[in-house]
């Protein structure tokens, strides 16, 4: 199985600042991987696809990058409704796996 | 509005079962693929079924293989997962989720409880 590795596990930020949270696969995922947003109490939502497109409707300050075993997902200009977990998650096999989640307050 | 709607969650005595329904509206259900996720409370997400548009491909996590059966009926715009022998260690918010590999809409989530 494919082992995502996600980093930090919990992170604190200042509105206005740059968060950039990683993703170590520990084999090639060739860009098969999503990140996911869930704030408090509610369902995940889709952000980023693919490594770095972004879903319909996302904000323009979330970003990814990232390539072979190596990912980002960066959320310029930080705002008080982004604060949640985020999930990343590869899709280049089955079975399919997610990080453990990095939890986003504001400090 | 693509919408979908979990149900059937409930407290289940351990080696029990249970079946949790997922009714699809919003969109071509029978076009999609279709997935379980679950979250342990206070936990992260951890994938546990997938289907294909046509059930023609249908895969599970290792740790529900021989146990979960995931299902659908496109007639009925509808997702199943029956879950059988049920651990302690199922307890968890499931979640259905739309999509082949990256899922674009999920749920709101059906809890299951897994205790004596």
């Known amino acids: 199985d494919i082992q995502m590795t996600q980093s930090p596990a919990s992170l604190s930020a200042s509105l206005g600042e740059t968060v950039t949270i990683e993703c170590r696969a520990s084999?090639?995922?060739?860009?098969?991987l999503a990140w996911y947003q869930q704030k408090p109490g509610k369902s995940p939502q889709l952000l980023i696809y693919?490594?770095?497109s972004l879903h319909t409707g996302v904000p323009s300050r979330f970003s990814g990058s990232g390539s072979g075993t190596q990912y980002s997902l960066k959320i310029n200009s930080l705002q008080s409704e982004d604060v949640a977990s985020y999930f990343c998650?590869?899709?280049?096999?089955?079975?399919?796996?997610f990080g453990a989640g990095t939890k986003l307050e504001l400090k | 509005e693509v919408q979908l709607v979990e149900s059937g969650g409930g407290l289940v005595q351990p080696g029990r079962s249970l079946k949790l329904s997922c009714l699809a509206s919003?969109?071509?259900?029978?076009?999609?693929?279709m997935n379980w996720i679950r979250q342990a409370p206070g936990k992260g997400l951890e994938w546990v079924a997938s289907?294909?548009?046509?059930?023609?491909?249908?895969y599970y996590a290792d740790t529900v293989k021989g146990r979960f059966t995931i299902s659908r009926d496109n007639a009925k715009n509808t997702l199943y997962l029956q879950m059988t022998s049920l651990r302690s260690e199922d307890t968890a918010l499931y979640y259905c989720?739309?999509?082949?590999?990256?899922?674009?809409?999920w749920g709101q989530g059906a809890s299951v409880t897994v205790s004596s």
């Open positions: 989720a739309r999509g082949t590999e990256v899922m674009d809409a």
């Open positions: 919003g969109f071509t259900f029978s076009n999609y693929g």
């Open positions: 289907i294909s548009s046509s059930s023609s491909y249908i």
């Open positions: 084999e090639d995922i060739y860009n098969g």
């Open positions: 693919n490594a770095n």
């Open positions: 998650q590869q899709y280049y096999d089955y079975p399919y796996t």
